[in-house]
């Protein structure tokens, strides 16, 4: 029986590697989300930037009621946590960019010889 000739899909190397970045990006557990739902987050947000973004976001939200705890000798300063998710969140803000744009166009007449 014939078996049609396969070829890699592009896509799915392109969507392991944003997958791979958006890991990278957010320090996720292979537990947290499935590559299903990153890609998801990915496509909804529109880029891998924004995907990390939204991530951080979460985690920011997730920690924001913890408080820093000393006891018996020993402090926790769990608020740090929430602190470092938000600077994260900043971290990858899109960056603000010139949209104005100078078009210089040089023309050269024509020579008639």
């Avoid at 891998?48 to 000393?70: C, F, G, H, N």
Wanted: hydrophobic residues 40%.
């Amino acid at each position: 029986m014939w078996a049609p000739f396969c070829v890699p899909d592009r896509m799915s190397t392109m969507a392991t590697t944003e997958i791979d970045e958006l890991r990278g990006l957010t320090d996720l557990a292979e537990d947290e989300y499935t590559d299903m739902e990153l890609q998801t987050i990915i496509t909804s947000k529109g880029s891998v930037r924004a995907a990390a973004r939204y991530i951080w976001q979460t985690k920011a939200a997730a920690t924001a009621s913890l408080i820093d705890v000393s006891e018996s000798g020993s402090s926790r300063n769990m608020s740090q946590i929430h602190k470092q998710a938000l600077t994260m969140v900043e971290s990858l803000a899109d960056p603000v960019t010139d949209l104005t744009t100078t078009v210089t166009k040089t023309s050269r007449r024509a020579v008639r010889r």
